[in-house]
T-cell receptor, first 114, second 109 residues
Framework: DGGITQSPKYLFRKEGQNVTLSCEQNLNHDAMYWYRQDPGQGLRLIYY???????QKGDIAEGYSVSREKKESFPLTVTSAQKNPTAFYLC?????????????FGPGTRLTVL | LAKTTQPISMDSYEGQEVNITCSHNNIATNDYITWYQQFPSQGPRFIIQGYKTKVTNEVASLFIPADRKSSTLSLPRVSLSDTAVYYC??????????FGKGTRLSVIA
């Protein structure tokens, strides 16, 4: 089955700890994205990558870091510098070279910092 | 990136047709209009996309007037399972999408 997987579905961490969220896709998509969603709000862009070994900051990149060493993988690290990390995190990918901008989303990871 | 404006919430009874209108006054020439559906604690799901006039698929129809400054998502005969948040976005290619708060549709039995 082709798609995007995110793990884990639920994650609990103590304040001050770094935590890495996994995102893997087997759709052969060049572009990948990380969004954050707070209750009752829309999605906000954290980081995105349009090609391997390259990525750009989104609207709320502070306190987060990413890497894109492989086409299939785009892990997100939530660092201790992120002031309010408790949120629902969504990863997405999109088709290369098309005018349309359909993005495929993973199931999300709900992070709770205690 | 073009911004969109859509109603915060809508209510509908089962079996009715629901129309959600989105305003995108600053849409660029190459931008497509895309609608997503999101259920609680899930990632958004693509519903329909169009550039101009009318697009229809098995789930919905999308109406886009000639000036492309707005679009209307039409859901025929909604059921309780259509209760979700619906997002209207504009953009092109692999550029990041800008999600607003969407429209929260509540379908009532």
């Amino acid at each position: 089955d082709g798609g995007i997987t995110q793990s884990p579905k639920y994650l609990f961490r103590k304040e001050g700890q770094n935590v890495t969220l996994s995102c893997e896709q087997n759709l052969n998509h060049d572009a990948m994205y990380w969004y954050r969603q707070d209750p009752g709000q829309g999605l906000r862009l954290i980081y995105y990558s349009q090609i391997v070994n390259d990525f750009q900051k989104g609207d709320i990149a502070e306190g987060y870091s990413v890497s894109r060493e492989k086409k299939e993988s785009f892990p997100l690290t939530v660092t201790s510098a992120q002031k309010n990390p408790t949120a629902f995190y969504l990863c997405a990918s999109s088709m290369p070279g098309l005018l349309s901008n359909e993005q495929f989303f993973g199931p999300g990871t709900r992070l709770t910092v205690l | 990136l073009a911004k969109t404006t859509q109603p915060i919430s809508m209510d509908s009874y089962e079996g009715q047709e629901v129309n959600i209108t989105c305003s995108h006054n600053n849409i660029a020439t190459n931008d497509y209009i895309t609608w997503y559906q999101q259920f609680p604690s899930q990632g958004p799901r693509f519903i329909i996309q169009g550039y101009k006039t009318k697009v229809t698929n098995e789930v919905a129809s999308l109406f886009i007037p000639a000036d492309r400054k707005s679009s209307t998502l039409s859901l025929p005969r909604v059921s309780l399972s259509d209760t979700a948040v619906y997002y209207c976005l504009v953009g092109v290619g692999n550029t990041p999408l800008v999600f607003g708060k969407g429209t929260r549709l509540s379908v009532i039995a």
